[in-house]
C-alpha cells in the first residue's frame, strides 16, 4: 500500500512539473508574439503609420504564435535507450540564458524601427535597416530557444551522449572506453552568469566530439566524466 501511495504521489509530481514546464513555455511564447501583435494592431489604427509595416509586423506575431504554441507542446526532454546496467549520471538542457539574452537586445533595435518609421520623416531606409537588425537579433533568439528546448545532454557510466528531437531524431554519443579529452570552455560572460561548455573528445574533427554547450554549472558535468575514466 506505502508502495502504491509513493508511485502514484510521483507520478502526481511529474506530471505537475510537466503541466508547468508547459505553461511557462506558453508564457515565453506568447512574450514573444505580443509586441508585434500589438504593434501591427496599433499601426492600423494609425493614419501616419504605413499599413504594409503594420501587416508584416501582424504576419510576425502570428507566425510566432503559432510556432510558439506547436513548440510549447511538442517539447520534450529527449530520452535516451539505455542498456542492461547503464544508469544515468548526468542530465541537462542547454540553458536559455543566451537566447533571452539575444531577445532582449533585439528590443531597442525593433522599438526604435517603430519609432523612426511612426514618428520621423526619414527615409524608409533608416528604419528598415534598424528593423532588420534588430529582427535578425530576435530570431537567432527564438530559434536558440525552441532548439534548447530539443536539445540533451546525458552522461552514463558507459558514455556520454548529445540528443536532438524534433521532426527527426540525431543521437551522438561516445565511449567511456574512448573518450581521449575532457575540457571546459568558458567566455568571460559565461564565468559571470554560472555555465559554460563541456568538451567530449575521442579524436580529431566534429564527428569524434561532444560539445555540450551553454549548460549551467558545467564542472559537474567534466567531473563525472573523469570519474569514469580509468
Known sequence: ????????????????????????????????????????AYGLTVTEFPAWAALV??????????????????????????????QT??????????????????????AGAAYLLAFTGLPYVYPFATFIAGLFLFFRGVIRYWVNHHTAYYVTNRRAVHIY???????????????????????????LTGRGSVIVASGFGARHNIRMQDIDDPGPVAEAIRGLLP
Open 1 to 40: 500500500m506505502l508502495q502504491q501511495s509513493a508511485t502514484t504521489g510521483l507520478f502526481t509530481r511529474v506530471e505537475r512539473m510537466g503541466l508547468y514546464s508547459v505553461w511557462w513555455r506558453l508564457v515565453v511564447s506568447a512574450t514573444m508574439a505580443l509586441p508585434f501583435l500589438v504593434g501591427g
Open 57 to 86: 509586423a501582424l504576419g510576425l506575431g502570428a507566425a510566432l504564435t503559432v510556432g510558439g504554441l506547436y513548440m510549447s507542446i511538442m517539447a520534450k526532454f529527449p530520452q535516451p535507450s539505455l542498456g542492461p546496467n547503464e
Open 89 to 110: 549520471l548526468v542530465a541537462r538542457h542547454p540553458t536559455m540564458k543566451p537566447a533571452y539574452a539575444r531577445m532582449i537586445m533585439s528590443a531597442p533595435f525593433l
Open 165 to 191: 528531437r524534433f521532426a527527426w531524431l540525431n543521437t551522438t554519443e561516445i565511449p567511456v572506453s574512448r573518450i581521449i579529452s575532457i575540457s571546459e570552455a568558458r567566455s568571460l560572460f559565461e564565468l
